[in-house]
C-alpha cells in the first residue's frame, strides 16, 4: 500500500509540476511535437512502403512452360513434383488449348489467326503459373524449375526481381533508421529540457534529501513527469495522423501516383499508428527525464 500512495503523491506531484514550470513544460512539449510530427510521417511512409513490397511479392510470378511434345503424364509428374517444393505456395496449370481460348477471347487479331488451329497444330505451350513463399530464392527456385524434364523455359523476370526487392527492402531500412534516429535525438532533446527544469528545483530537491525522500522518491515524479510531457506532445502528431492521413488516403483515392501503388486503408492503420506514436511519446519522455535525473542531478 505504501508504494502505491507514494505513487499517487508522485503523478500528482508531477502534474503540479507540468503547471508550476509551465514555460519550461510548453518548450519540451513543442520540442516533442515537432519530433513526432517526424517520427509519424516517418511510421506511415514505412508502413506503407512494407505493404507495397508485400502486394508486389503476391503479384510475382514464376511461369513455366512445358515442352510442346509433353504428354499428360509429363503433366501429371509435374505437378508432382511442385508439390514436393518447399519454396512454392501454389499453382496454376493452363493447357495449351485453354492458353489459345483465352488468348482468341482477348483479341479478334488473335481469334482471326487460331480459330481454323487443329490441336496437333497448336504451337503454344503447357503453362504453369507459379506462387512462391519466398521471394528472396525465386531465383533458386527458377533454375530448379528449368532442369526438371519436359521444361521448355522459366520465365520471371530475371534480375529486375531482385533490383525491386532490394529497393524496397533498402527503403524500409532507411524509414526504419530515420524513426530511430528522430526518437534518440527526442530523448535528448528531453534531457536538455528537463536538466533546466531540475535546475530551478535544486532548492525543493535539497529540501527533499534533507527530510529523508530516498532517491527512488526524487526521481520518480521527474519521470512520470516526463512521461506526462510525452503523452502531451504526441496528442497534436496523433491529429495529423487520424486526420492528415485520411484526407492523404480520400485525395488519391487509396492509390499513390499509379493503381500499382495501393495505400494502406485508413482504419484501423491510423489507430495503431497513433497508439505507436503515443507509446513512443510516453516512452522517449520516461527515458529522457530519467537519464537527466541521474546524470545532472547524480541522486
Known amino acids: 500500500m505504501k508504494i502505491f500512495r507514494m505513487l499517487g503523491r508522485s503523478i500528482r506531484d508531477a502534474f503540479k509540476s507540468v503547471i508550476r514550470n509551465f514555460s519550461l513544460s510548453l518548450a519540451s512539449i513543442s520540442c516533442i511535437t515537432i519530433t513526432l510530427i517526424i517520427v509519424a510521417i516517418a511510421i506511415m511512409a514505412s508502413f506503407n512502403v512494407q505493404n507495397f513490397t508485400k502486394e508486389i511479392e503476391k ?65 503454344l505451350r ?39 526487392v532490394n529497393a524496397f527492402s533498402s527503403i524500409e531500412k532507411v524509414a526504419y533508421g530515420v524513426v530511430i534516429a528522430l526518437v534518440i535525438v527526442t530523448i535528448f532533446l528531453i534531457i536538455n529540457t528537463i536538466k533546466l527544469t531540475i535546475f530551478s528545483r535544486k532548492r525543493e530537491i535539497g529540501i527533499m534529501r534533507l527530510v529523508g525522500a530516498s532517491n527512488f522518491a526524487i526521481k520518480v515524479p521527474f519521470i512520470i513527469e516526463g512521461m506526462i510531457l510525452g503523452f502531451f506532445g504526441a496528442i497534436i ?27 494502406i486503408q485508413p482504419e484501423p492503420f491510423i489507430y495503431q499508428a497513433s497508439l505507436i506514436v503515443i507509446i513512443i511519446g510516453i516512452i522517449v519522455g520516461m527515458i529522457g527525464s530519467a537519464g537527466a535525473v541521474r546524470k545532472y542531478l547524480k541522486v
Open 237 to 263: 502528431p496523433v491529429v495529423l495522423i487520424t486526420y492528415g492521413y485520411l484526407a492523404f488516403y480520400n485525395h488519391f483515392e487509396g492509390h499513390l501516383f499509379t493503381q500499382l501503388i495501393e495505400l
Open 126 to 164: 503447357d503453362t504453369f503459373k507459379i506462387k512462391v513463399n519466398n521471394v528472396d530464392n525465386m531465383g533458386k527456385t527458377a533454375d530448379a524449375l528449368k532442369k526438371m524434364e519436359k521444361v521448355d523455359t522459366v520465365q520471371y523476370g530475371e534480375g529486375m526481381v531482385e533490383r525491386l
Open 59 to 123: 503479384d510475382l510470378t514464376i511461369v513455366v512452360f512445358m515442352d510442346n511434345d509433353a504428354t499428360e503424364e509429363d503433366i501429371n509428374q509435374m505437378k508432382q513434383l511442385l508439390d514436393t517444393k518447399k519454396n512454392i505456395a501454389k499453382y496454376t496449370f493452363e493447357s495449351k488449348n485453354a492458353v489459345r481460348k483465352d488468348m482468341m477471347e482477348e483479341n479478334d487479331v488473335f481469334n482471326s489467326v487460331m480459330k481454323d488451329w487443329e490441336n496437333d497444330e497448336n504451337p
